[in-house]
């Protein structure tokens, strides 16, 4: 048995065009599940116990629901209530509240082991509510949460080969139609596999960067 | 609302759900501890192969590797019935993370003790038997767990080979009753209630464990 890679060279496109699909969608819901995660943040850290329990409430039940069915009630069950998606913005809308689930999570627990500190001399000098968080609470979660974030973009690319199911044309599904169309299964999985390891591993990359230039501000030395 | 019948067959559903999910853990828990112990071993090829493997795993979204292992595998002269496709491609997944975990707590224990084992004149594997295992089990307990929740919300993927588990199940009612609120909302809430008590069943495991050791 040889492997058949022209076949896949000659259809190089279509499995760059899914690849960049993949990336483009990923990043933005990441983008703006990270902005959600930050609304969100502040009710799970909620002085009052029905604002945090409500809040709490919702997150568990968002990381409970396997992706796909979170896809199947989006894509599927929104129109019977009269929102009817097309499916990228169907794919979106379900990347992102996936996502903002496990966001709100990760960002409280960055919070909850913030140095207190800071915080305490950040309400000495005068600041609350909001500006407290948005100065002194918010900045140092953002750099701490980094490298969990970067694995938690790894779990939102391998979930989102889920959307081939509802026909969106990402990775998984091109390297689907090209197998489908050649017959050429193995090949065709094996290297759609593989591109999502280079993904993976580039976004580890990033992660280890921005990780440097994070200790480097952290010591005074940054820009 | 959901007639009972209709309730009845998305229990089926959640049926194969627990049965693949069940299968794949009983498979992959103990691979990923061959996979953890291959990396330890001196032979360099061994450990670069189960590093590889774990690293190319690891990074495959599980509808991919499904499909590689049921599309792909023929190719190579290889026939599997979507079942047990679906039951290796999760077991192969999920090892290759338990093998990450098993790893983890095999680094961290205490070298003393292993020597002392080889001390007394234990072999490795009766040392293995008797003094890590009965101890490293008990600090993987709460990760291994974790990515036993983690494996069920990827169950879904067996969906794309043809197996009926709970997700597809809810997808075929919503497509003949034209209703398809309640049986994703039901199907939602099974897979809620299934990994709270298995949240649930580990913590009381760890405490009953916490009360007889001390630590985990």
Known sequence: MTLRLDVIWKEWLQF????????????????????????????????????RAVARTAVDSGRCIPFLL???????????????????????????????????EILRAAWVHLPPGQTEAGRAFGYTGIRLFRRIILPQVLIAV????????????????????????????????????????????????????????????????????????????GH | MLKWSTMLDLLRGAGMTVTVSCLAIAAGVPLGLLLALARTRRARGLRWLSAVYSSFVRAAPVVTFTMLIFFGLPALGVSLDPLPAAVIALTLNTAAFNAEIWRAAIMDFPRGQLEAA?????????????????????????????????????????????????????????????????PFVAAAVVYGLALALLVAGARTLERSLRRRYGTL
């Open chain 1, 70 to 104: 979170l896809t199947y009630l989006v894509y599927y069950a929104l129109p019977s209530l009269g929102l009817s998606l097309d499916k990228w913005t169907a794919a979106l809308i379900t990347l992102v509240i996936y996502n903002t689930a496990y966001m709100a």
């Open chain 1, 146 to 221: 980094g490298p969990v974030v970067g694995n938690q973009l790894i779990q939102l690319i391998k979930d989102s080969a889920f959307l081939s199911i509802i026909t969106l044309p990402e990775l998984t599904y091109a390297a689907n139609s090209v197998q489908s169309f050649y017959f050429v299964p193995f090949e065709s999985f094996l290297v759609a596999t593989l591109l999502y390891w280079g993904l993976c591993g580039a976004v580890e990359y990033l992660v280890q960067r921005g990780e440097r230039l994070a200790a480097m501000v952290r010591r005074g030395h």
């Open chain 2, 118 to 182: 080889l001390a007394m004149g234990m072999t490795g594997s009766v040392a293995f038997r008797r003094i890590v295992f009965p101890q490293i089990w008990r600090a993987s307990l709460p990760a291994l767990v974790n990515e036993m929740t983690l494996l069920i919300k990827a169950s879904p993927a067996v969906a794309i080979i043809g197996v009926v588990d709970l997700t597809r199940k809810a997808r075929q009612i919503a497509a003949t009753t034209y209703e398809p609120l309640p």
């Open chain 1, 16 to 51: 760059a065009l899914g690849l960049g699909n993949t990336v483009w969608l990923c990043a933005v819901s990441m983008l703006l599940s990270l902005l959600l995660g930050v609304l969100f943040v502040v009710p799970l850290m909620s002085r009052r116990r029905a604002v």
